[in-house]
């Protein structure tokens, strides 16, 4: 009983990381160096199982992309942000993420599933007008705090200033209602 005990208060206490650890201890212990190690990666792949699924919170979805090295299918979780009726995504580890190195690859094609699949294009948002949407994302995804060196809540100013550092992909869909098979 004990054991369990033990099991669940460590299981919750790191999935709930991104709201109590401070930013740099939480980007030092699963994403030394700017990339995610071997216990993020395993979260990420349970995240992204959940949101294919449709089990997860409807703001979170998983991408899908073709690795532009391997071929293969990828999938990551992704947590949209929405301002004015559009969607977007957010690549809280800047320009030299996997998933966005393979979206521009295969020149922003890609599929979003939350339960069902949506065939969409990623359009790269100009920096100018990431701002409100960087602040908008910060607001929906807790994961995605501790790699912005700014408070959700600071000015759009703020936004503004690091915004050339976080890319923006508007999500225009192509297909969308494809039931998810297993």
Do not use: C
């Not at 699924?53 to 090295?69: C, H, I, S, Y």
């Not at 979780?77 to 993420?97: C, D, F, Q, T, W």
Request: hydrophobic residues 45%; glycine residues 8%; aromatic residues 6%.
């Amino acid at each position: 009983m004990i054991a369990l005990v033990i099991i669940i208060v460590i299981l919750v206490a790191v999935l709930t990381m991104a709201f109590w650890m401070p930013r740099t201890w939480y980007r030092a212990l699963l994403y030394p160096g700017g990339r995610p190690n071997a216990v993020a990666r395993r979260m990420n792949s349970l995240s992204a199982w959940a949101g294919a699924r449709g089990v997860a919170p409807t703001l979170m979805v998983t991408l899908e992309t073709k690795g532009r090295r391997s071929g293969k299918t990828l999938r990551v979780p992704m947590v949209v942000a929405e301002l004015n009726g559009n969607r977007y995504l957010v690549s809280m580890l800047g320009e030299k993420s996997d998933w966005l190195l393979n979206v521009r690859a295969s020149n922003g094609e890609a599929v979003l599933s939350h339960g069902e699949i949506e065939k969409v294009r990623l359009e790269e948002v100009a920096i100018a007008e990431r701002a409100p949407i960087l602040k908008a994302y910060l607001k929906r995804a807790p994961g995605g705090r501790p790699h912005f060196d700014i408070d959700m809540n600071a000015p759009i100013e703020e936004f503004a200033r690091v915004a050339p550092r976080y890319p923006v992909l508007r999500i225009v869909p192509i297909q969308s209602g494809s039931p998810r098979s297993s």
